[in-house]
């Protein structure tokens, strides 16, 4: 018997729902792939969320945009190199440990982005009158706040280590090297890696064509269009009570902001706080009329070293300093005042201070 076109025998069936099957399982594997990727990486208004440590501190990151996974690896990549390779004076063989060890004796060659942040550094202690000191390491290690110290030093060690903080002691070769003058100067860069790493996360969003929020410890960098198409809101810490509490919202389309405080790393003794934020005036923490201080400008070492210097400096020496450096500061006082400079856009949240 003939077989109607329209039939097909048992045999024929059997080999037909195998091709069929054949055919079906790469399109299964595909969209299986397909969802598990979608879901694993961001797009324009579903975030991918990232948690490391690296500077000292924890690193969120908060990427938005297809690439963002792939954006959010090369950042931490990109971050730790430049602690363990480049500025970390505790990693061996880092260009700032090199310099370190080679102090009194030879220059060191460093990496281009090395030298270059250590001529900045060095600018920006001279402009600040040195009460911004890249060269403080023999004084640090000494208060080790790092390290959870609780021991003030005496005063006679102080004066000694205070000796080899002078920033005058960093020389440059034309060739980009670097130099410590005399052997007990130590390089410590702990005020800019936060906001260092801000800006490599800025690099990799834009090379990834992210967007997002990437916060490095008490640094931020926001950058490209919200989902919602609002401005980004980063909360300003309340630097009287614990980390969940904030004092307001400044809203940013774009930038970098960073906050010093004198509750990041402290021991109190005999009813003394004695903080992380040296002054290098005297070897001591710094004792200005200020309790934290929020910088934003449009590079994140930049605003982490200006936020460091000015809680140094106090409110009034800080002004002109944020105005060479086109930068915006918001103060919290010791008697909890808050004030600001007119470029921000800053929403108070209530609590017990009060804005003058
Ligand atoms: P930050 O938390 O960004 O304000 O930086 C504080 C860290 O910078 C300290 O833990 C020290 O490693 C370093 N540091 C302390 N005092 C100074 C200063 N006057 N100038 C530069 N770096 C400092
Ligand atoms: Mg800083």
């Known amino acids: 018997m003939g077989l109607c076109p329209n ?42 969320t990232r948690e490391d440590f690296a500077m000292g ?45 080679a102090a009194g004796s030879h220059p060191v060659a460093v990496s281009r982005s090395t030298y270059d942040l250590l001529q900045t550094l060095k600018k920006l202690s001279d402009d600040s009158g040195g009460a911004f000191n890249p060269v403080m390491g023999a004084l640090t290690q000494l208060w080790n706040f790092d390290e959870n110290a609780r021991r003030v030093p005496s005063e006679s060690e ?25 052997s007990g100067n130590r390089l410590d860069l702990g005020a800019v890696g936060k906001g260092l790493g801000c800006d490599i996360a800025s690099q990799m969003m834009t090379q990834n064509g992210c967007s997002g929020v990437v916060s490095v410890g008490g ?31 400044l809203w ?3 930038g970098f902001v960073s906050t010093s405080g004198d509750y990041e ?12 934020i040296l002054d290098p005036a005297n070897g001591y923490p710094s004792r200005s009329d200020i309790k934290s201080v929020t910088v934003v400008c449009d590079s ?17 020496k800080s002004l002109p300093l944020l105005e060479q450096y086109g930068a915006q500061g ?5 008697d909890g005042t808050i004030r600001r400079t007119a470029g921000l856009d800053f929403q108070p949240t209530g609590g017990s201070h009060e804005e003058k």
């Open 265 to 276: 790393k402290y021991f109190v003794r005999d009813g003394v706080t004695y903080h992380h």
């Open 219 to 249: 640094s931020v960098v926001v950058q490209g269009s919200k989902p919602n198409g609002e401005k980004w809101g980063v909360a300003v810490r309340d630097p009287f009570l614990k980390e969940e509490n904030q004092i307001g919202i």
């Open 158 to 182: 102080i004066s000694e280590k205070l000796a080899f903080c002078d920033s005058q002691d960093l020389e440059f070769t034309a060739d980009g090297q670097v130099y410590l003058r005399r």
């Open 57 to 101: 501190s924890l690193v969120v990151q908060r990427l938005y945009g297809k690439n963002a996974k792939l954006a959010e690896q090369q950042t931490i990549d990109a971050i730790l190199q430049t602690e363990n390779q480049g500025i970390s004076w505790r990693v061996e063989g880092s260009d700032a440990a090199n310099i370190n060890a």
């Open 7 to 48: 039939m097909v025998s048992g045999k024929d069936l059997t080999s037909l729902a195998k091709r069929r099957l054949l055919l079906f399982i790469p399109l299964l594997l595909l969209l299986t792939g397909f969802l598990l990727y979608s879901g694993f990486s961001g797009s324009k208004n579903r975030p991918v």
């Open 252 to 254: 940013l389309e774009k």
């Open 330 to 334: 918001l103060f919290v006082f010791q």
């Open 300 to 316: 994140g070492m930049l605003s982490d070293a200006l936020s460091t210097v000015c809680f140094v400096l106090g409110y009034e």
